[in-house]
């Protein structure tokens, strides 16, 4: 749900998709099955042999904003602890379940989508320190992604640590993040279970495998890792108070063995005298092995601007929360990462251009002056690494990924400046600096599966992208499918990028199944990513689409906010604008269209089957942000009024009630058949925020309960989506794909009567 969620995304979620793709040797079969699927489609009528749905009480709470009347029916569901909430998901989850159960298709779809996930490995989470070679990997079979150990880059492997199979903790958990120390000896982990993303921090030693005393809770929100000291006898890491979950958190500092209890705080909330820190802000400690210096970030809630201060790194341990700090950016430098080497800062700021240019500042000087290394330019500038004698700047051109390099010395006055070569237009999923300058990176695009490949320094004998054995081989064939990039004209007359994956053969006719995704928030990107289960999608002649609206960060910081509180309506209109644009060039129709959106996107989804329910056959609404006047009530609420404004703000609240999905349901409307998935741990966005949504189509459309539902799907063993196991992961897709099928008039998904 926040702007962190990208980051884990990347580096814990997306571990777990493997990289295959199969031929389309049924496609014919299926092709003739959809086109007589879709000539009866008009008539279909098959419905589910359900009861109506589990009753919903209706307890009215009136809220008065700016002198507007909101009536609440759904207030009582904000208690989640309560028997009556929990009785009432448990029958909703029920009755969904018995209601997908009769879906023929289910059952053979969810083996396809488990074959697809276990044709390969996958890995990620690069870690180089000290000659080793830190990683997680999962192999078929497996449920969840275990951490890996190898001497370098290509030496012998071992397995580190199994989150499922831990020994004296019986249950399943998920590894949220991980550190190293400086030699390697040691790992700082964060285990949470059930997709709570409730991080208990742990220490690990390497040589045994075994773990230390430390065992600190409350630690979930370090998933940038944490600090360790450069003698290894310890580590800075974030906390946050027991009552709290992103709000009121503090960097404290800890020594191996001592009782974290003991632990003093550092930096952040209500500890440093001379710097006051806001209820949202989450701060960090960063310590370089190359830098005399400690660097402090702080994220202001979801916003994108952050904030930097610095203190000798060997005043931590002897000043404590006495150090004193050098503020040396600030929100309006409009500085969006940072990072340091030696007496360097160097960082990104969108201050003077959208697309962002990368700033050089010396900490020797006492006046804050950035000097320009990067210019702005056509590229959207995204992330920096450091590796050996140059920095690296990982960017956006035209929806795939590039990287430049910025020679960190000088020649009279400005750096060498060069492009790196990489193998195919796609996705850098990861960027890992190695010793001697090299880079190990996580490469991929839409049809093109994940490679791990060594960028070499340049001047090497051979400074081509070698690729290493981190996943096994798995054989390849992309011949049936494409993937294109269009521009799309919204209702403005802005262009929007559309992305489109298909099968070569499927005819252009209208009636391909069709999915319609949209996210747009935190100016995030959504780049080429290969996904092996899409290809049980892509086998029955179906398409998948991204519309990348604005409130993301596709073309720069302009683009998110041209989709930002005031302006929020647009990521709306741009998903309509590609639902149409699909429909005109007849990749889909109406009656074979479907839209999803989850967290944030689901914003965009509910607006749009709320404005336009005549473009789509159906929807998902996952783990979705549905109430926008409530949200910020939750404990995650506060950082998200940066993105999504506040209800006590005038202008704010009118954008946001305008959007508010479960605000804009009515009574009688013919909205889409809708299948809204949550989980029952979701610490981002709380259950009760989509099942109000699912409530509020329930009672607009009872009458519709067996041929254009409104089911909630809860995973009570699941929350945001991180930490999630492939099984749960691949059981709500199979769900959400009969779902939609059934509702495209597929014959294989018709209920039996």
């Known amino acids: 749900m926040t702007r962190l969620s990208g980051f884990l995304s990347s580096c814990c979620q997306v571990l777990l998709e493997l990289s295959i793709v199969i031929p389309l040797l049924k496609q014919k079969a299926s092709l003739l099955a959809l086109c007589l699927a879709a000539s009866v489609n008009g008539a279909f009528a098959a419905s589910l042999a359900q009861p109506p749905y589990p009753a919903t009480p209706l307890k009215p709470v009136t809220d008065v904003y700016h002198g507007t009347a909101v009536v609440d029916p759904y207030?009582?569901?904000?208690?989640?602890?309560?028997?009556?909430?929990?009785?009432?998901?448990?029958?909703?989850?029920?009755?969904?379940?018995?209601?997908?159960a009769q879906l023929p298709g289910r059952a053979a779809l969810r083996e396809r989508l488990g074959q697809l996930s276990d044709a390969g490995e996958s890995t990620g989470g690069y870690k180089s320190v000290a000659g080793q070679l830190f990683y997680m990997k999962r192999a078929p079979g497996q449920n969840q992604s275990r951490l890996w150990l190898r001497a370098g880059v290509e030496g012998a492997e071992r397995e580190l640590l199994d989150p499922n199979n831990i020994p004296g903790e019986p249950g399943k958990h998920a590894i949220d993040w991980y550190t190293p120390s400086p030699d390697g000896k040691r790992l700082a982990i964060g285990l949470s279970s059930g997709g709570s993303e409730n991080s208990v921090l742990r220490v690990l030693d390497v040589a045994s495998g075994k773990f230390l005393s430390e065992a600190i809770a409350h630690t979930g929100l370090n998933q940038f890792g944490v600090a360790w000291f450069k003698d290894g006898s310890g580590f800075a890491y974030n906390r946050h108070p027991a009552e709290e979950r992103y709000n009121k958190s503090a960097v404290f500092l800890h020594k191996l063995g001592a009782d974290p209890a003991q632990d003093a705080p550092l930096f952040g909330w209500e500890v440093n005298a001379?710097?006051?820190?806001?209820?949202?802000?989450?701060?960090?400690?960063?310590?370089?092995?190359?830098?005399?210096?400690?660097?402090?970030?702080?994220?202001?809630?979801?916003?994108?601007?952050?904030?930097?201060?610095?203190?000798p790194a060997e005043d931590l341990l002897k000043k404590g929360a006495a150090t004193p700090w050098r503020r040396i950016i600030r929100p309006e430098d409009k500085v969006t990462e940072a990072t340091i080497s030696g007496d360097q800062i160097y960082a990104l700021s969108q201050k003077n251009a959208s697309r962002r240019e990368l700033l050089q500042l010396d900490l020797r000087l006492r006046a804050t002056l950035f000097r320009p290394l990067l210019p702005a330019g056509e590229s959207v500038l995204q992330d920096i690494k450091l590796a050996g004698d140059a920095v690296y700047v990982k960017a956006l051109d035209a929806g795939v990924s590039k990287l430049w390099r910025v020679e960190k010395k000088t020649s009279k006055g400005k750096p060498a400046i060069s492009t790196v070569a990489l193998p195919f237009e796609g996705t850098l999923r990861e960027i890992s600096p190695l010793p001697g300058g090299e880079l190990l990176v996580l490469h991929e695009g839409w049809t093109q599966p994940p490679q791990s490949l060594v960028l070499m320094k340049p001047g090497a004998a051979d400074a081509s992208a070698r690729r290493v054995n981190l996943q096994k081989p798995v054989a390849?064939?992309?011949?049936?499918?494409?993937?294109?990039?269009?521009?799309?004209?919204?209702?403005?007359?802005v262009m929007v990028p559309l992305s489109i994956m298909s099968s070569k053969s499927a005819p252009r006719d209208g009636k391909r199944p069709t999915i319609l995704i949209g996210y747009g928030a935190y100016g995030s990107t959504q780049e080429p990513r290969f996904g092996a289960t899409r290809l049980a999608w892509l086998e029955r002649g179906g398409v998948t689409a991204i519309c990348h609206v604005r409130g993301g960060g596709e073309l720069g910081e302009e683009w998110h906010r041209g989709g930002h509180i005031l302006t929020k309506q647009n990521t709306v209109s741009d998903f309509i604008a590609c639902a149409e644009y699909l429909i005109a060039q007849k990749y889909a129709s109406p009656a074979t269209l479907a839209g999803t959106g989850g967290s944030a996107g689901g914003i965009t989804i509910g607006g749009a089957i709320t404005q336009r329910p005549d473009l789509f056959a159906a929807a998902q609404s996952a783990v979705s942000l549905s109430d926008m006047l409530r949200m910020e009530t939750t404990l995650n609420g506060a950082p998200n009024i940066a993105e999504f404004g506040t209800v006590t703000n005038p202008a704010h609240f009118k954008s946001m009630y305008a959007l508010s999905p479960v605000h804009r349901v009515r009574d009688g409307v013919n909205y889409p058949a809708v299948i809204v998935t949550t989980g029952a741990n979701d610490p981002r966005v709380e259950a009760w925020i989509p099942a109000k949504f699912a409530a509020r189509l329930q009672a607009a459309q009872p009458e519709r309960y067996a041929s254009k539902p409104a089911l909630l799907r809860v995973d009570f063993e699941g929350g945001h989506g991180m930490g999630s196991g492939v099984s749960q992961r691949l059981d709500e897709t199979a769900d959400v794909w009969s779902f939609f099928l059934w509702q495209f008039g597929d014959v294989g998904f018709a209920p039996k009567r």
């Open 274 to 311: 001379q710097e006051k820190h806001a209820l949202a802000d989450l701060p960090y400690v960063y310590l370089s092995k190359d830098s005399r210096w400690a660097l402090a970030e702080v994220l202001h809630g979801d916003a994108v601007e952050r904030s930097y201060w610095v203190a």
């Open 476 to 493: 390849v064939d992309t011949s049936g499918v494409q993937a294109e990039r269009v521009m799309v004209k919204s209702h403005d007359g």
């Open 75 to 100: 207030r009582w569901m904000e208690d989640m602890k309560s028997a009556e909430f929990q009785t009432w998901l448990r029958a909703q989850a029920d009755y969904t379940k018995a209601g997908l």
